[in-house]
């Protein structure tokens, strides 16, 4: 798996992190009626899954 340019990985790990909090909060949101705590758990999530697929990306170059 190869990529053109450093920017187009950033972009992509960032709409894909992105992706995958937003599906994760809606699926928090079934149950929880507290809204501040499935903001800050999508946020950590967020973060969680940029620098995982931020790294998977350098351990595939």
């Known amino acids: 798996m190869k990529f053109i ?9 960032f709409l894909t992190s992105f992706l995958t909090s937003i599906i994760f909060s809606i699926y928090m949101n079934i ?3 507290n809204i501040t705590k499935i903001i800050v758990v ?6 969680i899954m940029f620098i995982l697929l931020l790294i ?6």
Do not use: A, V
Not at 56 to 61: G, P, S
């Open 56 to 61: 998977f990306i350098k351990f595939l170059k």
């Open 42 to 47: 999508e946020i950590n999530f967020f973060i």
């Open 31 to 33: 149950n929880d009626p």
């Open 5 to 13: 340019s450093k920017k187009s990985n950033i972009f992509y790990i």
